[in-house]
């Protein structure tokens, strides 16, 4: 059966730039309930990784499933800077929407939904041919917290099992 266990954090968390030592325990701890046989992760390959540490001390596999943003174009995948230069010129800004105090609820309205369309959607379905290649069950998932809905309903609608750890691991646990 396919299976997933999704789990929601930020990058900064994955890349053990803080919480390392309550992050590791934790993915330790979904391992051990799920009987976890891999881990894939949407984070750059060239970071360093708290669960690819996990995977080396318990002899699992890891797996980066995310594309190289070099490849982005050939996928279809617009990058976040080319979104972000398209909305300040047809909003008329001169500070990015990634400042996202800083622009009106209308800029942001577009801007997030201008991401989903062209960038993060396309990223997800990559991700979930990536861990279907895999082909490896019960499988963890890492990915940000900002993706956790939109992938979990994406595995769900292309049968597969999901089991939700945390949506914004620590915040939500």
Known sequence: MKEVVILGTTHEI??????????????NKLVKIYNISSIAEEIEDSNVHIAATVCAELGLSHEIIDPNPKYYKRLGIKPIA????????????????????????????????????????????????N?????????????????????????????????????NWPREK
């Open 82 to 129: 080319d979104i972000e230069y398209e909305v300040m010129q047809l909003h008329f800004l001169n500070v990015s929407p990634l400042n996202r105090d800083k622009v009106s609820p209308e800029v942001l309205l577009d801007f997030d939904s201008r991401m989903r369309e062209e960038h993060s959607s396309k990223r997800e379905k990559e991700w979930l041919k």
């Open 14 to 27: 994955q890349e053990g730039n803080r919480l390392s030592v309550e992050f590791k325990a934790y993915i």
């Open 131 to 167: 861990i279907l290649a895999l082909n490896t069950w019960p499988l963890l998932v890492i990915v940000g917290a900002n993706h956790f809905t939109y992938f979990s309903d994406l595995l769900l609608e292309n049968k597969i099992k999901v089991h939700k750890a945390a949506p």
